[in-house]
C-alpha cells in the first residue's frame, strides 16, 4: 500500500493534463501522473514499461481507423 498526497494544479493545467491523460489512453490523471514520476525518478533504471503498455493499447483501440486496416494487420 502506499502513500495518498495531495496536488494543488491551476485549472489550465489540470484540464491538459486530464487532455492528455485521455488522448493518451490512461485510465485516469493519477495513472498518468504515476508514469511521470516513474521516467522522472528512476529514468535510468529497468522499470516496467505497463503503464506505457495499457497508455498504448488504448490510444491505439481509440484511433483505429479502418475494418482494412483491422484485417491487414490480423495476421501480424
Request: charged share 35%; glycine share 4%; proline share 0%.
Amino acid at each position: 500500500m502506499g502513500t495518498q498526497i495531495s496536488l494543488k494544479l491551476s485549472n489550465k493545467m489540470l484540464e491538459s493534463a486530464k487532455k492528455y491523460a485521455d488522448a493518451y489512453g490512461y485510465e485516469n490523471l493519477q495513472d498518468f501522473i504515476r508514469e511521470l514520476l516513474r521516467e522522472k525518478l528512476f529514468e535510468d533504471e529497468s522499470v516496467s514499461g505497463f503503464q506505457t503498455y495499457l497508455a498504448s493499447e488504448a490510444s491505439l483501440a481509440k484511433n483505429w481507423l479502418t475494418k482494412e486496416e483491422d484485417e491487414a494487420w490480423k495476421d501480424l
